[in-house]
Structures are given as structure tokens and as C-alpha cells.
């Protein structure tokens, strides 16, 4: 299994763009990496999936370099709404190996 | 449309107790698992279903059961609850997408357990 490292907090103030970085050093060639975010008192939410290169959705941006030893999930212009913890995960295959770890808490203020 | 939901949503036990915590989803899906939140904590998975009929466990399984007896539900038991099993358990679906497979959580069980 891919061991994930993420920073415990970060603090932003609304309207900045936000940048979450995971390593994943052991990433596997078949790994996808995948981002959930979680908000007080509610199951997590899948965020975006990527596997090399640049990836964006309505929601955020996912870069993953040429190694794939670490990726960067970009929100842009965060609101308060957007505080939450943001779970980096590595994996493919079965979603059973997939690991959530303890994640980036992002507080968002004005 | 519901998604995943979850019974109860809060539960309180006394030590040596059971209980069932119920998993429902209408997406069709042919994966469920079962998680546990610790404060402070990631998820960390208890037991999973790759389909109607079958469970396996996962990194977390001892002192719990489950069952997969309909493909929409995933039933969660506590034969005689601890107080280290105080937790939120969270509830997920998913189905083949790609290389890993994206997955629906519920909106959770908070359990307490004295």
C-alpha cells in the first residue's frame, strides 16, 4: 500500500487559492491518486481522481509530476464553505486497499 | 434518489450490549464497506462486500459482523459492545470506475458505548 504524508492544518482566507500537497513516495505504476473532502458530522465526498499530469473538474485541480511521488490539490478562490478536511489516497484495484489517513484540515476564514 | 443512508443516525450502549447499524443504498452498487471514525482520526475500514452473498474483512474487523443478505443493504453488528468501539461509523457504496472506484458514504452513526 502507498503511504501517504499530507500536513495536518492549513489556514487560508477566503478568495486565495489553496494548496493541499501529498507525497506518495511508494506510489505503484497502476496507483490513481484521489481526493475526498470531509465536512463536520458528514461522510466524506469524493473530490477528483487523476493518475499523471493535470487534472480539473468544476470543483478543483489535481498536478501530479513526471514521478508521481507527489501531487497537489488546488482549490481556487476558497470560500468559508470550503473548510473541511481534505483526505489524499493512493491506490488501485479494489477500493478495499485504499487508505484514508488522518488528512489536511483547511480553515478558511474572512 | 437518496444515495446512502444509515439507521440510526445516534446510538447509545451499554457495555455488553449488541446492536445492528443498517446500510442502505439505491445506486445499484455492487460494493459497500464499512468504516470507523475516531476523533482526530482518518476512516478506517471494518468489513466490505464486493457483491450480494459475500464480506470480507478489513483492517479493523474484530468485534464486529456484517452481512450482505440484499445487494442494497450491508448490516453492521455489535454482539456485545465496548466502550472501545465508541465511534462514528460511516457507511459507503461504490461501483467500478476506473482504476480505483469512487465511493458514496452516509451520513453516519454516532455510537456511544458506556
Known amino acids: 500500500l502507498a503511504k501517504t504524508t499530507q500536513p495536518i492544518s492549513m489556514d487560508s482566507y477566503e478568495g486565495q487559492e489553496v494548496n493541499i500537497t501529498c507525497s506518495h513516495n511508494?506510489?505503484?505504476?497502476?496507483?490513481?491518486i484521489t481526493w475526498y473532502q470531509q465536512f463536520p458530522s458528514q461522510g466524506p465526498r469524493f473530490i477528483i481522481q487523476?493518475?499523471?499530469t493535470k487534472v480539473t473538474n468544476e470543483v478543483a485541480s489535481l498536478f501530479i509530476p513526471a514521478d508521481r511521488k507527489s501531487s497537489t490539490l488546488s482549490l481556487p478562490r476558497v470560500s468559508l464553505s470550503d473548510t473541511a478536511v481534505y483526505y489524499c489516497?493512493?491506490?488501485?484495484?479494489?477500493?478495499?486497499?485504499?487508505?484514508f489517513g488522518t488528512g489536511t484540515r483547511l480553515q478558511v476564514t474572512l | 434518489n437518496a444515495g446512502v443512508t444509515q439507521t440510526p443516525k445516534f446510538r447509545v450502549l451499554k457495555t455488553g450490549q449488541s446492536m445492528t447499524l443498517l446500510c442502505a443504498q439505491d445506486?445499484?452498487?455492487?460494493?459497500m464497506y464499512w468504516y470507523r471514525q475516531d476523533p482526530g482520526m482518518g476512516l478506517r475500514l471494518i468489513h466490505y462486500?464486493?457483491?450480494?452473498?459475500?464480506?470480507a474483512k478489513g483492517e479493523v474487523p474484530d468485534g464486529y459482523n456484517v452481512s450482505r443478505l440484499k445487494k442494497q443493504n450491508f448490516l453492521l453488528g455489535l454482539e456485545s459492545a465496548a466502550p472501545s468501539q465508541t465511534s462514528v461509523y460511516f457507511c459507503?457504496?461504490?461501483?467500478?470506475?476506473?482504476?480505483?472506484?469512487?465511493?458514496?458514504f452516509g451520513p453516519g452513526t454516532r455510537l456511544t458505548v458506556t
Open positions: 459507503a457504496s461504490s461501483d467500478k470506475t476506473g482504476a480505483t472506484y469512487e465511493q458514496y
Open positions: 445506486m445499484n452498487h455492487e460494493y
Open positions: 489516497l493512493v491506490g488501485a484495484g479494489t477500493a478495499s486497499k485504499l487508505t
Open positions: 511508494n506510489i505503484a505504476t497502476n496507483d490513481y
Open positions: 487523476g493518475y499523471k
Open positions: 462486500s464486493v457483491g450480494e452473498g459475500t464480506t
